[in-house]
C-alpha cells in the first residue's frame, strides 16, 4: 500500500530516478567492457553512438514496462478494464515504441554529433559517461512516460515514432531514386533501411490498435444505453483495423507478397475513408468542424488519385505520401478530439456532483435554520418558567408546611380525646383554639418578616415567651 502521507508524483520523481541512476550504472559500466582501451567514434559501426542506440531500446523497454506495471489510472473517466492478454499486448507495443523511437533517435543525434564535430573520437571514460547519460535519460523519460500513460501522449508518441522511423528508413536507402517508384519500395530492400521501414509500419499498427482501447474506453465506460455501447465498439473495431492492415502492409513487402502488400494498403484506405465518413454518426458529441475535416481530407487523398492516374501529373510515391500524411494526421487529431470529449463529459460529470453537492448543503441549511426557530421557541417558552421560579417564596412554603402538621396534630389528639364507650361526648375544642391562634401568629411574623437577601444569615429567629408557653403539653 502507497504511503498515504507522501505524494504519488513525488514518489513517481523518486522511483525514475532510481532506475535512470541505475540505467547509467548498467549502460555506462557497459559501454566501458565494450570500448575497451582504443577510443571510439560518435558514429558508425562499433561506435559510442550505436552502443547508446542499442543500450537504450533495451532499457527503455524495461523502464516501460516497469511503469506500465505501477500505472494508476487518472482522475479523468479514461479507466480502462481489458483483459490480461490485451493488456500485455499493450504494455508491450508501448515498449517496442518507446525502443524504437530511443534507436533511431540516439542513431540520428550521434550521427549530427559527428558532422558537428568531424573526426572528433572519445576515450573509455569518456565514452561510458556519455553513453551513461543518455541511457539515464532514455530511463527516466520511458518510466514516466509509462506511469502516466494517456491518449494524448500515446498519439504524440506515435506521430514521433512514424516521422523518425521513415526518415530514418528513407536517409538510409542504398538506392537514393527510390522515390521514382513508390513509397513501398523502401521496405523492398534487406538492408537497415528495409528493416526500418516495415519495422515503423508493424509498431505503428500495433501502437494504433492500443490506441483504439485508450481513445473509446470513457467512451465505453459513459454509455447510457446498449446503443451509445455498440457505437463505441464499432469505433475501437474501426480504428483497430487501421492498425491490423498497417501491420500487414509491413509485415507483407511489396517485392516478396505483392498483392497480399496491395490488399492491406487498399482495405487500410477504405477503412480510414468509412470511419471519416461515419465518425459523427459513432461519435455524436465529436465537433462538427472535425467531420468536415474528414471529408476535406477524403476530397484531397481522391484528387491526388486522380492526378496520378489518369492525368499522369505525378507518381505514385506522391501519391502515397499524400494520402498516408493525411491519414495518419487524420487519426492523431481524432485521438485528441476524443480525448477532448472524454474530457467535457468529465467535468460535466463533477459539475452534476458539486451541483448535487450543493443541493444536500443548502438542505442542511434550511434544516439548521428550522431548528435555530424551533429552539427559540423553546427558549421563550423557557422564560416564563424561570420567572416563576425567581418568585417562589420558601418561607411560604414552610409555613404552609407547618400548618398543616398542625392541623394534623390537632386531628389525632381531638380523635383520642372524643370518644366515650357509652356515647357521644361532648370535644373538647381548647387546644384546637390554641393551635389555630399560634397558626394566625406564625403567618402574621411571616408576612411582616422582611425577605431573605443573599448573603442573609439563615439562622430561626429566637423562639419568644409565647412560643414557648404554647408549645408546651
Same mark, same amino acid.
Given at each position: ?48 553512438? @550505436? ?36 493488456? =500485455?499486448?499493450? !504494455? $508491450? ?26 573526426? $572528433? ?11 551513461? +547519460? #543518455? ?23 506515435? $506521430?514521433?515514432?512514424?516521422? %523518425? ?6 536517409? &538510409? ?11 513501398? =519500395?523502401?521496405?523492398? %530492400? ?9 519495422? #515503423?509500419? !508493424? ?5 494504433? #490498435? ?11 465506460? &459513459? =454509455? ?14 474501426? *480504428? ?19 498483392? *497480399?502488400? #496491395? ?35 477524403? +476530397?484531397? !487523398?481522391? $484528387? ?12 505514385? +510515391?506522391?501519391? @502515397? ?10 487519426? *492523431? ?22 451541483? @448535487?453537492?450543493? %443541493? ?22 423557557? @422564560? ?20 398543616? =402538621? ?50 442573609? %444569615? ?16
Amino acid at each position: 500500500m502507497a504511503d498515504l502521507n507522501r505524494p504519488a508524483a513525488v514518489t513517481s520523481e523518486a522511483r525514475a530516478l532510481y532506475i535512470g541512476s541505475g540505467a547509467f550504472i548498467v549502460l555506462g559500466a557497459a559501454a566501458f567492457l565494450l570500448v575497451g582501451r582504443e577510443p571510439v567514434p560518435l558514429s558508425g559501426r562499433g561506435s559510442a553512438g @550505436e552502443i547508446s542506440a542499442l543500450g537504450t531500446a533495451v532499457l527503455g523497454a524495461v523502464a516501460v514496462v516497469a511503469g506500465s506495471l505501477q500505472h494508476r489510472p487518472p482522475a479523468a473517466p479514461e479507466v480502462r478494464r481489458v483483459g490480461r492478454i490485451r493488456n =500485455a499486448i499493450d !504494455i $508491450a507495443a508501448l515498449a517496442l515504441a518507446h525502443a524504437c523511437t530511443f534507436l533511431v533517435g540516439w542513431l540520428a543525434l550521434f550521427a549530427i554529433f559527428q558532422q558537428a564535430f568531424m573526426g $572528433a573520437v572519445l576515450y573509455p571514460v569518456a565514452a561510458a559517461v556519455l553513453v551513461g +547519460t #543518455t541511457g539515464a535519460i532514455s530511463a527516466y523519460i520511458a518510466y514516466l512516460s509509462a506511469l502516466s500513460m494517456t491518449a494524448y501522449r500515446l498519439a504524440a508518441l506515435l $506521430a514521433v515514432f512514424l516521422v %523518425s522511423g521513415m526518415l530514418a528508413s528513407m536517409l &538510409t536507402a542504398q538506392d537514393p531514386l527510390w522515390w521514382q517508384e513508390h513509397l513501398s =519500395a523502401l521496405g523492398a %530492400s534487406s538492408d537497415i533501411s528495409g528493416v526500418a521501414f516495415n519495422g #515503423t509500419l !508493424i509498431v505503428a499498427g500495433v501502437m494504433i #490498435t492500443t490506441l483504439a482501447g485508450y481513445a473509446t474506453s470513457a467512451l465505453r465506460a &459513459t =454509455a447510457e444505453n446498449q446503443s451509445a455501447l455498440r457505437r463505441a465498439w464499432w469505433l475501437e473495431g474501426a *480504428i483497430a483495423l487501421l492498425g491490423v492492415f498497417l501491420a500487414g502492409v509491413g509485415l507483407f513487402p511489396v517485392d516478396e507478397n505483392f498483392w *497480399i502488400h #496491395t490488399l492491406f494498403a487498399s482495405g487500410m484506405a477504405i477503412a480510414f475513408g468509412l470511419l471519416a465518413a461515419r465518425i459523427r454518426d459513432l461519435v455524436p458529441s465529436i465537433s462538427v468542424t472535425f467531420g468536415v475535416l474528414g471529408w476535406v481530407f477524403l +476530397t484531397v !487523398i481522391a $484528387a491526388a488519385a486522380v492526378l496520378w492516374f489518369p492525368v499522369g501529373y505525378y507518381n505514385l +510515391t506522391a501519391v @502515397e505520401l499524400i494520402a498516408a500524411s493525411l491519414i495518419f494526421s487524420w487519426l *492523431i487529431v481524432l485521438i485528441r478530439n476524443l480525448a477532448a470529449v472524454d474530457a467535457d463529459q468529465y467535468d460535466g460529470t463533477l459539475y452534476d456532483v458539486e451541483q @448535487e453537492g450543493a %443541493s444536500l448543503y443548502a438542505g442542511e441549511q434550511q434544516d439548521a435554520v428550522l431548528y435555530g426557530a424551533a429552539a427559540s421557541q423553546d427558549a421563550d417558552s423557557y @422564560e416564563p418558567a424561570q420567572q416563576d421560579t425567581a418568585s417562589y417564596d420558601p418561607g411560604l412554603y414552610d409555613a404552609e408546611k407547618e400548618d398543616t =402538621a398542625l392541623y394534623d396534630a390537632y386531628r389525632q389528639d381531638a380523635g383520642l380525646r372524643g370518644g366515650e364507650p357509652n356515647g357521644t361526648a361532648r370535644k373538647d375544642t381548647s387546644l384546637y383554639e390554641a393551635y389555630r391562634q399560634h397558626a394566625d401568629q406564625q403567618d402574621a411574623d411571616l408576612l411582616a418578616r422582611p425577605r431573605p437577601q443573599p448573603g442573609d %444569615s439563615m439562622d430561626p429567629p429566637p423562639a419568644t415567651a409565647a412560643d414557648r408557653t404554647v408549645s408546651g403539653p
